[in-house]
Structures are given as structure tokens and as C-alpha cells.
């Protein structure tokens, strides 16, 4: 039985990977949000030795890069 789509209608596949999408940003602007609030890494107990060997001296930069390209992108897409 072949199911057909109609104009507005979406498979459940579909349904499954904007949750995920939803869930992915969430937690990526979560994790940017604490780690450019706090750029020292100690809200997410993490060290700044991680990021030796790197251009960034703290966590300033790379958390906002995950809240804006890892957190707020993968959001807005979900919901259009």
C-alpha cells in the first residue's frame, strides 16, 4: 500500500529528525550559553588545558560558536 503524501503532510521519519535537530540545538545553546558566560570552563567543569595547542586562551570563543552554529541554526531550522 503506497501512502502519499499531501501538500503540508510530512512522513514520520521526518517528524523523528526535527526532534532531533530540536534536541541537538538545545543542548548545544545550553553548553554555548555556559561556556561564554563562564569562559574560565568551571560551570561545565571543564579545564582550559584542553584548549592547548589551539588559538583560544578560554572558552569565550568556541562557546559562542557552538550556541550560534551548533545551538541556535540547528533550532531555527527545526521549527521552520
Known amino acids: 500500500m503506497e501512502m502519499k503524501n499531501t501538500p503540508g503532510s510530512r512522513p514520520f521519519t521526518s517528524w523523528i529528525l526535527i526532534l532531533l535537530n530540536f534536541i541537538l540545538g538545545i543542548g548545544a ?3 554555548g ?3 561564554f558566560v563562564a569562559p574560565d570552563g568551571r560551570l561545565l567543569q571543564m579545564s582550559t588545558d584542553a584548549l592547548q595547542g589551539t588559538l583560544f586562551s578560554d ?19 527545526a521549527i521552520v
Open 29 to 31: 545553546v545550553i553548553g
Open 59 to 77: 572558552f569565550l570563543i568556541p562557546g559562542l560558536i557552538l550556541f550560534a552554529f551548533m545551538g541556535l541554526l540547528p533550532v531555527f531550522s
Open 33 to 35: 550559553a555556559m561556556l
